[in-house]
């Protein structure tokens, strides 16, 4: 799973790291630091937390196929 994040419509409220402070990361100003990141295996309810956390909806939550030859032929 990935994590695509809109930093440019950050406003700053940080709730995403207040509920999951170990996968979103703030700069200095308290924005968000990154436009996204993987999310590590176990860690998808908490990244699922902070995007759902976000009042602006910045933060899209992505599948990632389980592998990119899979059923090709």
Do not use: W
């Not at 709730?15 to 100003?29: E, F, I, K, Q, T």
């Not at 308290?30 to 909806?57: K, N």
């Amino acid at each position: 799973m990935k994590v695509r994040i809109n930093q440019q419509a950050c406003a700053g409220h940080a709730r995403c790291n207040h509920v999951a402070p170990g996968l979103y990361s703030l700069d200095d100003n308290g924005y968000i630091a990154s436009t996204g990141f993987r999310v590590e295996v176990g860690q998808q309810a908490l990244a699922l937390r902070g995007a759902r956390a976000c009042p602006e909806r910045i933060i899209e939550m992505l599948d990632e196929p389980a592998s990119a030859s899979f059923g090709a032929t």
